[in-house]
C-alpha cells in the first residue's frame, strides 16, 4: 500500500526527472581567434602614430595572447580555434631568406588549427608552398584550387571540428581566383582557381545541417559578399587579403564578415555559443586585440624567432646609404597616385636598361623607406620579391592598352596593377589616359618602343596579358639587387615627384 507520504514524493520524483530530461541543453561556447596577410612579420616592428614610431605586432606576442585565451576557456569548459586567413608571406627579409620555414615553425608551435591559402604562398614556387604544407601540422585549406591536370583538390577542402557528438563546427576554405593573374604564372602553370563563391556554396549545402558554417577565406570584400548572399546561413566569415580592419563588421544579409588588418598588428576574437543537439550557433560578441608592446613576448617562440634572426646574413643590417626624403609605400597612395617610391623604382628600371621606358606594377612595392639611414633590410622590406627585368618592344597603341588598364581602379580599390612609370608622362581624366608623351615628344601609336618590365609583368601578372608570350628579352638584372647596388653607388638618395602623372577632373567619378 502506498502512503500519501510516498505517493506525493513519488510524484515530485518524476517530475524533477521529467524536468531534467526536457531541459534547455547547455550550449557549448567557441572562442574563434583569428588573424591574416601577417606577409612574413614574425618580429615586432615600428609604425608610425603621430610624429611618434611605435612598436606593434610580433608572432610571440600572438602566442601569449593565444595562449592566455587558452587557459581562461579551459577553466571554463569553452573551446578555443585558431586560424589564419591566408598570406603568410612576402614581405621581410627573415620570410625572403627562409622561405616561410619560420612561420610555420611558430604557427606549429602556437598551435594554429587551420589555415587558408592566399595567393602569395605561391610566391617561392610550388614546390615550396607543397613543403610548406608537409611542414604544417595543421591543415591547408581551400574549395576552389584544383589540379589543371587532373581536377583534383590541392588542398583540403574543409576542416570540422567537434562541438558534441552530434554537432561539429565546419571551416570551409576560399583562396582568391586572382592569384592566377597576382602571382608569377610559373609558379601557378599546375595550378587553377575555381570560382570560390561556388564550390563555398557547393560545401556549405552539404554541411550546414550537421552544424555551424565558417567560411576561412582570401578573397577580396567584394567575393565575401557574393558568397554571403550565395550562402545567407553561414555563421560568420573570416577574411583576408584587403589588408582592412572590418571594425565594426560588415554584414551581408544576415552573415557578418571580420578581416584584421596585416602584419599581426591584431589578433581577432569572435565568441559563439554553439547548441550541442540542434547545432543553432550565436555570435555572442566580437572584438580586435591589438598586438601591441605591453603585450610579453612568449619565450618559447621568441626563441623560434631569435634563431633564425640570428642566421640572417649580416648583410642586411648593413647601411647603404641615406635617404633625405620620406618615401611612401602605403597602398592607399602607391598603388593610386605617382609617388616618390615609385618613381624612384621605375627610374632605375629604364636607366639600368636603357631603355626608353619602364613600368613596374605598384603591387611590387610593399613598404614605405624611412628617411635617414638605408639599410638592405630596408630594401627588401620595401621590395620581397626577386623580379628580374625584361625588355619588351610594345606599339604605342600596345602601351596605351597598359596605361588604361592601369587607371582603373579606384583609391579605395588599392589595385596592385596600377603602374609606376619612367620615361612617360600621362594624365588620367576618370577611368581615361590622356595627352601622353614620351621623352618630351607626343606618343605615336604605330611607332615601336623599347620598354623595361619585370618577368612577373611579362607573364601576364596583374591582368597585363598582353605582354603574354610577347618576345623579351631576359636581361638576368635582378631589380631589387640593382635598387640595392645604386643606393650603394649615389650615397644619398633625394627621391622626388615630378609630375609625370597627373589626375586631373574628378578622378572617381566612373567608379
Not at 72 to 87: F, P, R, W
Not at 327 to 352: K, P, Q, S
Request: proline share 4%; charged share 25%.
Amino acid at each position: 500500500m502506498i502512503t500519501r507520504r510516498k505517493f506525493l514524493s513519488g510524484c515530485l520524483f518524476l517530475l524533477f526527472s521529467a524536468s531534467s530530461v526536457f531541459a534547455a541543453p547547455v550550449p557549448q561556447k567557441v572562442t574563434i581567434l583569428f588573424f591574416n596577410d601577417i606577409h612574413g612579420y614574425l618580429e615586432p616592428f615600428q609604425v608610425r602614430q603621430g610624429d611618434k614610431s611605435i612598436e606593434v605586432g610580433g608572432i610571440a606576442r600572438i602566442a601569449t595572447l593565444v595562449k592566455n585565451i587558452r587557459s581562461e576557456n579551459e577553466k571554463s569548459g569553452a573551446q578555443t580555434l585558431l586560424l589564419v586567413a591566408g598570406d603568410i608571406l612576402m614581405g621581410t627579409p627573415m620570410s625572403t631568406q627562409f622561405l616561410g620555414k619560420p612561420d610555420i615553425e611558430c604557427f606549429n608551435k602556437i598551435g594554429v588549427n587551420a589555415m587558408t591559402v592566399g595567393n602569395h604562398e605561391f610566391d617561392f614556387g610550388l614546390d615550396n608552398f607543397l613543403a610548406l604544407k608537409k611542414q604544417a601540422a595543421f591543415p591547408f585549406l581551400s574549395s576552389n584550387l584544383i589540379w589543371r591536370k587532373t581536377g583534383e583538390l590541392v588542398c583540403d577542402p574543409l576542416a570540422r571540428f567537434k562541438v558534441s557528438d552530434k554537432v561539429y563546427l565546419t571551416m570551409i576554405g576560399a583562396t582568391t581566383p586572382e592569384m592566377i593573374t597576382i602571382t608569377k604564372s610559373s609558379n601557378t602553370q599546375k595550378i587553377n582557381a575555381l570560382n570560390s563563391v561556388d564550390t563555398v556554396k557547393k560545401y556549405y549545402l552539404a554541411f550546414k545541417k550537421r552544424g555551424p558554417v565558417i567560411v576561412l577565406s582570401h578573397n577580396r570584400f567584394e567575393t565575401d559578399s557574393e558568397t554571403a548572399k550565395a550562402s545567407p546561413g553561414l555563421t560568420a566569415i573570416v577574411g583576408g587579403h584587403d589588408h582592412l580592419l572590418f571594425n565594426p563588421d560588415r554584414v551581408v544579409g544576415k552573415v557578418p564578415v571580420f578581416q584584421a588588418l596585416a602584419k599581426g598588428k591584431y589578433l581577432g576574437r569572435l565568441e559563439l555559443e554553439i547548441d550541442p543537439v540542434t547545432g543553432k550557433t550565436a555570435l555572442v560578441s566580437y572584438t580586435y586585440i591589438p598586438v601591441s608592446a605591453d603585450i610579453a613576448l612568449d619565450p618559447e617562440v621568441k626563441q623560434i624567432v631569435d634563431s633564425y634572426g640570428s642566421q640572417l646574413d649580416a648583410r642586411f643590417k648593413e647601411v647603404i646609404g641615406e635617404n633625405r626624403e620620406f618615401m611612401g609605400g602605403e597602398r592607399g597612395r602607391v598603388r593610386y597616385e605617382e609617388t616618390n617610391l615609385g618613381d624612384f623604382v621605375a627610374d632605375i628600371m629604364r636607366e639600368c636598361t636603357s631603355s626608353e621606358i619602364a613600368l613596374i606594377n605598384a603591387g611590387s612595392l610593399r613598404a614605405s623607406m624611412d628617411k635617414g639611414p638605408i639599410t638592405v633590410e630596408s630594401v627588401f622590406k620595401m621590395m620581397p620579391y626577386s623580379d628580374e627585368i625584361q625588355i619588351v618592344e610594345l606599339t604605342g597603341k600596345e602601351l596605351m592598352e597598359m596605361l588604361t588598364r592601369s587607371v582603373m581602379g579606384t583609391r579605395e580599390d588599392e589595385d596592385g596593377g596600377f603602374l609606376d612609370v619612367s620615361g612617360v608622362r600621362f594624365k588620367i581624366d576618370g577611368k581615361k589616359v590622356k595627352d601622353v608623351m614620351v621623352g618630351g615628344k607626343p606618343l605615336e601609336m604605330n611607332k615601336t618602343y623599347k620598354v623595361a618590365v619585370t618577368d612577373y609583368m611579362a607573364a601576364g601578372g596583374d591582368g597585363y596579358n598582353m605582354l603574354k608570350g610577347k618576345p623579351a628579352i631576359k636581361t638576368g638584372l635582378p631589380l631589387r639587387e640593382l635598387i640595392v647596388d645604386t643606393i650603394g653607388q649615389n650615397g644619398t638618395i633625394d627621391a622626388r615627384t615630378d609630375g609625370r602623372i597627373e589626375r586631373i577632373g574628378n578622378g572617381d567619378r566612373n567608379k
